[in-house]
Every structure is written in C-alpha cells, then in structure tokens.
C-alpha cells in the first residue's frame, strides 16, 4: 500500500502542508491579481485575515522564495511585496485547480444539498 | 484592485476553504494511489491524521461527491470508501501541483536555509 507518512521525506506532504492552507494560496492569487502590493492593501483585498495571520503568511512565503519583500526607506517606512519568477511559475498550477473548481462548483454545490 | 472577500460568491475561496486544508489532499491522495480502500488503511497510509479528523474529512469529501463510501452488510459491517469520477477528474490538478513542488522543491529549500 502506498503511504504519505510524515518522514519529512515526502515532498507531497511538504508541498500540501505548506500550500494546503487557504491564507496562502489567497495571498498567491491576490499578488497575481494585483501586482506589487503594500501590506494594507493586501490585508483589504483578503478583508477577513487577522493582521497577525497576514505577516505570518507574508514571512512564509517570503522564506520559500515565493514572495519578495521590499523596503523603502521613506518616512513612514514603504513596503511592498509581489511574486517571485518561482511565485509566479507556481500560478498556472492554481490557476487549473480554480478553474476546475468553477467547473465542477454546481455539482459539488448539488451534492452538498443531498447530504 | 481585485479582492477575494468572503461574500459567499467568490469560487477561488470556496475551492480554497475546502481543497486547501492538508488532510483533504492527502485523502484524495491516498485514495488515487491505492483504489478502494477501508476507513483502517487510510488511517495507516496517513498514519498522523486522527480517527476524529480523518472521520471528519471523508464526510465532508463524501458530501462533497469527491468519494463515495460502500457499506457491505457483513458482521463486523465493511465499509470502503473510493474516488468518485468528480474525485478523479481533480487528481490531474493536483498532481501538476505536486510535480511542480517536486521540481521546485530545492530552490524553496535553498531559501529557506538562507532566511
């Protein structure tokens, strides 16, 4: 039988315990949407993720080399952020699980009401 | 700017919320890998999921009509659960995901021992 164990060898479990979660991929399709972004303007285009949550997420994803992080030395300090040449070879990936989804969203909704 | 507020109309959240958690992916997975399977070999294959949380998460991908679950009226009852042709039209996307982690999964190391 094939397994997916937590060896730290497995890069499936590696990739979907750091993309497999919704704040991420949110901040990923929010970048490609908008391009170079403040931290604020990012935190209202998502709207509901906590500020805390926010740099959290942002600190991930720069460390993974999927987001670069800019600081400009203006008073009161510019930051920005925006897609890798990695983050944004990663995008078409989303991009076929989203439009997949919209595909299938009124069967899965119809599935959900049998239940 | 573009957003993705959670007004309840936005598909990139719902396919989000729902395939972005771990366990869900490593389910469908799990189930592509090895066919039809009982409830005892996906919580060996995972190994790390709790019985609650692996109960959970076939629920809501059975509600979903992501898997479909059997139960054969025997003593003790058998109940197997599989992809349903909805789960498998999804597995191609998630394993362009998967190959391009495999694939990029160096240079995301490599920035991370740097940070």
Redesign the interface.
Known sequence: ??????NGKC???????R????WS??VL??LE??GTMRFR?IH?????ISQRMLTVTLRIL?????VSRKVYAEVPPRVEYQLTR?GE??MP??R???D???Q??P??V???EG?
């Open positions: 039988m094939k397994n997916f164990h937590a890069p499936i479990r590696d990739v979907l315990s993309l497999g979660d919704k991929m949110l399709v929010t949407a908008n303007d209202n285009a998502i709207a509901d720069e460390a993974d080399g999927l990695t070879s990663l990936h989303i076929t699980l989203v997949w989804a919209m299938h969203m069967e899965i119809e599935s959900r239940h």
